[in-house]
């Protein structure tokens, strides 16, 4: 049987921590007798509730103190491929701002069993209220319309097989854009990446960026200019 690995970097996530995984626990559901999954929670620097969230769910939790989130991804990455626990067959990432769908990990699943050595997801915004209309007709009209393949990256949905994933180095540890840097290196290296708008991740769409540059910060610089 195949089996999935979850990687969920936290900073202070205790009001969206839970609904996140209560997510990835409905996904792991959908493909119960077609592979296991384990989950790992990656706590950095949280000052929050954020562990005792993570205690009521059936996962594993890491614990860094880094601020930053190439270095979380990639330590959740390593508790799941150097135990203990069985090592998964592919990593899929979300974050801790954002739900996936239920079919989710049967996407991931299946771009493993086609031989895709990525998955490269899509992501959509939950509420727009916070957020002028020039916004989010940027996201309707530049992100929304680009056709598959699309060109996005994000942390929030993202799958990767063990082997490519080690044979690159994995995640860079970077403040932001580390999503980016992986799926570079893997293009660079030959792999086979999969891009695709199916299944795509409900994430946030709050105004007050948790990473310099990344995808709240980019909406921000969107409001501003």
């Not at 990990?105 to 959509?124: F, H, I, K, N, T």
């Not at 999503?179 to 792999?191: I, N, Q």
Request: aromatic share 4%; net charge negative.
């Amino acid at each position: 049987m195949t089996v999935l690995g979850v990687v969920v970097p936290v900073h202070d996530e205790q009001e969206l921590l839970g609904g996140c995984l209560d997510a990835v626990a409905r996904a792991a559901r959908w493909v119960r007798g077609r592979a296991s999954v384990r989950t790992v929670v990656v706590l950095d620097s949280c000052r929050d509730a954020s562990r005792d969230i993570a205690g009521e769910h059936a996962v594993e939790v890491v614990s860094v103190a880094a601020r930053c989130v190439g270095v979380a991804r990639a330590a959740g990455c390593r508790a799941l491929l150097e135990g203990p626990g069985v090592v998964p067959d592919w990593i899929a990432t979300t974050d801790a701002d954002s739900h996936v769908p239920p079919d989710w990990l049967l996407a991931q699943l299946s771009a493993c069993e086609r031989g895709a050595d990525a998955r490269v997801g899509a992501v959509y915004v939950d509420d727009w209220d916070d957020h002028a209309p020039t916004t989010r007709d940027w996201f309707r009209d530049v992100y929304d319309a680009a056709d598959d393949p699309h060109p996005h990256v994000h942390g929030a949905n993202l799958g990767v097989r063990r082997e490519a994933y080690e044979r690159v180095g994995g995640f860079r540890p970077l403040t932001v854009g580390e999503d980016v840097a992986l799926v570079t290196d893997l293009d660079a290296a030959g792999c086979v990446v999969h891009r695709s708008r199916r299944s795509p991740v409900l994430t946030s769409g709050r105004r007050i960026a948790r990473a310099s540059g990344g995808f709240a910060a980019r909406l921000g610089e969107l409001e501003a200019g």
